[in-house]
Nanobody, 122 residues
Framework: QVQLVESGGGLVQAGGSLRLSCAASARSFTNYYMGWFRQAPGKECEYVAQIDWSRAYTYYADSVKGRFTISRDNAKNTVYLQMNSLKPEDTAVYYC???????????????WGQGTQVTVSS
């Protein structure tokens, strides 16, 4: 069983930055690919980014490529999402998730956090 707790959300102006954190209570954190998803009001959950256990490979949705950076600290059992040049359309609840392998879909992920709200004002 893996528990994930996100933090770092908040209200920011367009063009600003936020860094989200996700702390995992996993005995073997390096067993998992870690991902971020987001869900805006009235919209479906959207894949944002993923990182493999070794930090050698990262993957991003086209909508955030070049603006967001996913990273992880395996010694701290934590994954991060650095978000720069934020836009109002980035407003959503952001979820951290853990998977046993590579995946771009919600169903590829086995464990989910409760989410943290990110609001970008124009």
């Amino acid at each position: 069983q893996v528990q994930l707790v996100e933090s770092g959300g908040g209200l920011v102006q367009a063009g600003g930055s936020l860094r989200l954190s996700c702390a995992a209570s996993a005995r073997s954190f390096t067993n998992y690919y870690m991902g971020w998803f987001r869900q805006a009001p009235g919209k479906e959950c959207e894949y944002v980014a993923q990182i493999d256990w070794s930090r050698a490979y990262t993957y991003y949705a086209d909508s955030v490529k070049g603006r967001f950076t996913i990273s992880r600290d395996n010694a701290k059992n934590t994954v991060y999402l650095q978000m720069n040049s934020l836009k109002p359309e980035d407003t959503a609840v952001y979820y951290c998730a853990a998977a046993y392998g590579f995946g771009l879909r919600e169903k590829d992920y086995n464990y989910w956090g409760q989410g943290t709200q990110v609001t970008v004002s124009s």
